[in-house]
Nanobody, 121 residues
Framework: VQLVESGGGLVQPGGSLSLSCAAS????????IGWFRQAPGKEREKISC????????FYSDSVKGRFTISRDDAKNTVYLEMNRLRPEDTAVYYC???????????????WGQGTQVTVSS
């Protein structure tokens, strides 16, 4: 599975961005999809996940209430809608795909190359 993230960029505090994670090489129906981020000098952080079928969603406390994850299996794409962005959201954002696992185990199989999100005035 190849994953390609897009939608990153520069946004002012309080603004919004929508990230996409497009997959090729396999259909995503049976994959749990995670979103991670890593800021300079900080550890990688799991911020969101959506289970196969979309029935379960996870958000870290740092993004809960501001970010929304969704999936469109017909388009083989997963989305991360990010609202009310803060400077501390600045990081490289990665999506991951894991076959037949729950959200607790994402990040083991496939990773995208990442997309930079910068929140600054």
């Amino acid at each position: 599975v190849q994953l390609v993230e897009s939608g990153g960029g520069l946004v002012q505090p309080g603004g919004s961005l929508s990230l996409s994670c497009a997959a090729s090489g396999d259909t995503l129906d049976d994959y749990a999809i995670g979103w991670f981020r890593q800021a300079p000098g900080k550890e990688r952080e799991k911020i969101s996940c959506i289970s196969s079928g979309g029935g379960t969603k996870f958000y870290s406390d740092s993004v809960k209430g501001r970010f929304t994850i969704s999936r469109d299996d017909a388009k083989n794409t997963v989305y991360l809608e990010m609202n009310r962005l803060r400077p501390e959201d600045t990081a490289v954002y990665y999506c991951t795909a894991d076959f037949l696992v729950t959200c607790g185990f994402v990040g083991q199989d496939y990773w995208g190359q990442g997309t930079q999100v910068t929140v600054s005035s």
